[in-house]
C-alpha cells in the first residue's frame, strides 16, 4: 500500500490520501478542498518539476506565496520520504529514500489538463510533404468520443524536421490541385486536449499513472461520459491507474460507487472518503435537482412509505452504524395500486441516472392473492408482464395495514407502551376493543378490517393530540410497528432491505 501525506500547504494542514490500484477514479470535493493540490503532489511521483511548477514561491515578497512550513510525504510500506522547502529547492528526508517514488511501480506517468497551448504553423515551417494522416486509433476514438466524423480527416506534421513538434490539422475539402487544412488555433480548447490525450495514450506502458485535472471544464457532458468510458476501457486493457479530478455532475452519476473518492474537507483538515455514494459527493457541488437518490424504491401507497422508510433508516443504520459518510440517500416514493407501481418501473428507470437503481417493494397480498390467481387462472399476459421487472421486485412480510392492527391486537401492551412514548403521552390507550375483531383468513375482507382498526385508533390518538395532522399520527404509529418488527425479526428485515440499500 502507497499513500501520500500533506500537511502545512496552503490552506491544508493535513490530508492523507492512499494511492489507489489499476482503474480510473474520479476524485472530487467542494471548491478548496484540495483536488488540484493532490494532483500536483501525485504528478511529483513522475515529474521533478511538479512542486517547482505548482507551488511556485513569490520573488516580490517573503510574505506573499509561502511554502515555508510544507511537508509532503510519500509512504510505501515501512519506507517514507517528506519533502520540504530549502529556500531554491524541494529537499528529500531522508535523502537515500528519494527512490521510492522510481519504486512505487509506475513505469510513466502523465498528466492532463485543460490548457490552451496551441502549435500554430509559421509559414516557413508549413510544408504539405509532411503532412501525415493521423493514427487511425486516435481518429476512431476522436470520432467516438465526440459524436461526429470530421476526425476522419485528422491530420499530424512534424513542424521542424527531428524536433519532435508534432500538430494536429484537419483537412477541408481539396481543392482540384491543393488541398486545404486548418490549424490547431482553429480546434476547441475540449477537442486539443482530447486529441493531445489520445496521442499520449497511444505508446503508454502498461501500468502507467494517468492524472486527469478538471479536463471536463472543456467538454459537453456527453463527450465527460464518452471520454470516461474510452479511459476504462484502455485502463482494463492496460493496467492504467486513472484519477480524474473533476466537479462533473455528469461524470459522478456515470461512475460505480467504488470508483469515488470524495476529499471532505473540515476546517483545514482534509479527509477522503471512498466508496461514498454519489449523492454524497454530489451534496457538496451540485444543486438539489442534480442530485437524483442512490436507490429510488416505489410503493403502493403512504402506508407502504411510512413501513418502508423507517425498515429501510433502521437498515441503513445496522449497516453503516459507524461510517456515516457512507450512507445511501434512498427515497421511497408512493405510485398507486400495484400494476401502476409495476408500469412505473418499466418506464421510469431510462429518466434517471444510471446510478440511480429502481426497486419495488410491493404489499404481501400482490404475491399471496394476485399473483396466485392469475397462475390458477392461466393469466399468461400479467405474469409475463410481472416477469419483465421480476428483478426489481420485493415483498414485504405483510400488507401494512394488516401487520400494524395485528401488532395492536395481539401486543396490545406493549403497543400501549410504545406508542405513548413515540407521542410523549400517557392519556393514549389502545385497547381490544378499540383494535376490534380481525377476521384470521388473509384476503379482502381482512385487508379492510385492519384498515378501520388502524383508522379508529389513529382517530384516537388524534383527539388527544389535536394538534398533531392525521398524517403525522398515523406515520408515528406506522413507525412504531416498524421499530417493534425490525426489533423482534431483524434477520428477516436486513435480509429483505440489506440488498435494496446496498445494491
Not at 295 to 305: F, G, P, S
Not at 362 to 390: F, N, P, T, Y
Not at 430 to 458: H, M, T, Y
Request: proline content about 5%; some cysteine.
Amino acid at each position: 500500500m502507497a499513500w501520500i501525506e500533506i500537511a502545512g500547504l496552503k490552506h491544508i494542514e493535513s490530508l492523507k490520501f492512499e494511492i489507489p490500484g489499476p482503474g480510473v477514479h474520479v476524485l472530487a470535493g467542494s471548491n478548496g478542498a484540495g483536488k488540484t493540490t493532490l494532483l500536483a503532489c501525485l504528478r511529483r511521483i513522475f515529474d521533478s518539476n511538479s512542486f517547482r511548477r505548482h507551488f511556485a514561491t513569490s520573488r516580490a515578497s517573503d510574505q506573499l506565496d509561502r511554502v515555508d512550513s510544507a511537508r509532503i510525504s510519500y509512504h510505501s510500506g515501512n519506507v517514507g520520504v517528506t519533502y520540504a522547502y530549502a529556500g531554491e529547492r524541494w529537499v528529500p528526508t531522508p535523502r537515500g529514500n528519494s527512490s521510492i517514488l522510481r519504486n512505487l511501480g509506475y513505469p510513466a506517468g502523465y498528466y492532463f489538463g485543460a490548457t490552451a497551448d496551441r502549435i500554430t504553423p509559421n509559414p516557413e515551417d508549413f510544408a504539405p510533404r509532411r503532412v501525415r494522416p493521423a493514427a487511425p486509433e486516435i481518429r476512431e476514438a476522436a470520432n467516438r468520443i465526440f459524436g461526429t466524423s470530421k476526425f476522419d480527416h485528422l491530420r499530424n506534421i512534424n513542424l521542424r524536421p527531428g524536433s519532435g513538434s508534432k500538430a494536429f490539422l484537419i483537412q477541408t475539402a481539396a481543392a482540384p490541385f491543393r488541398a486545404q487544412y486548418y490549424s490547431e488555433r482553429n480546434f476547441s480548447l475540449g477537442e486539443l486536449c482530447v486529441l493531445k490525450m489520445l496521442r499520449d495514450l497511444q505508446a503508454i506502458p502498461h501500468g502507467s499513472l494517468l492524472l486527469v485535472d478538471e479536463l471536463e471544464l472543456a467538454l459537453h457532458p456527453r463527450v465527460q461520459i464518452a471520454l470516461l468510458r474510452h479511459l476504462e476501457a484502455i485502463a482494463g486493457e492496460r493496467g492504467l491507474t486513472v484519477i480524474f479530478s473533476t466537479h462533473s455532475v455528469s461524470l459522478l452519476k456515470a461512475v460505480k460507487r467504488r470508483q469515488i473518492m470524495f476529499l471532505e474537507a473540515s476546517g483545514s483538515e482534509v479527509t477522503t472518503v471512498v466508496g461514498c455514494f454519489p449523492t454524497y459527493a454530489l451534496g457538496g457541488i451540485a444543486s438539489t435537482e442534480e442530485a437524483a437518490p442512490d436507490v429510488l424504491v416505489y410503493v403502493e401507497d403512504d402506508a407502504a412509505m411510512y413501513i418502508s422508510e423507517a425498515l429501510v433508516q433502521m437498515t441503513i443504520s445496522a449497516l453503516y452504524a459507524d461510517e456515516q459518510r457512507l450512507y445511501p440517500t434512498v427515497q421511497v416514493v408512493p405510485v398507486g395500486p400495484f400494476m401502476s407501481v409495476i408500469k412505473m418501473v418499466r418506464r421510469g428507470s431510462s429518466m434517471l441516472p444510471n446510478t440511480t437503481r429502481v426497486t419495488m417493494l410491493l404489499d404481501r397480498d400482490v404475491k399471496d392473492e394476485s399473483v396466485v390467481g392469475w397462475r390458477a387462472s392461466g393469466r399468461h399476459d400479467m405474469l409475463a408482464i410481472l416477469q419483465e421487472v421480476e428483478p426489481e421486485i420485493n415483498y414485504l412480510p405483510w400488507t401494512p395495514e394488516v401487520g400494524v392492527a395485528e401488532y395492536l391486537k395481539n401486543s396490545t401492551a406493549v403497543a400501549q407502551q410504545s406508542i405513548r412514548e413515540k407521542f410523549g403521552d400517557h392519556r393514549i390507550h389502545i385497547s381490544q376493543d378499540l383494535v376490534g375483531a380481525l377476521p384470521l383468513q388473509p384476503g379482502g375482507p381482512q385487508r379492510e378490517a385492519c384498515k378501520a382498526a388502524v383508522s379508529r385508533v389513529v382517530e384516537h390518538i388524534r383527539a388527544i393530540k389535536a394538534t398533531q395532522s392525521r398524517e403525522h399520527i398515523t406515520r408515528q404509529l406506522f413507525e412504531v410497528f416498524a421499530e417493534h418488527y425490525f426489533e423482534q425479526n431483524r434477520a428477516i428485515v436486513m435480509a429483505l432491505v440489506a440488498p435494496i440499500v446496498r445494491g
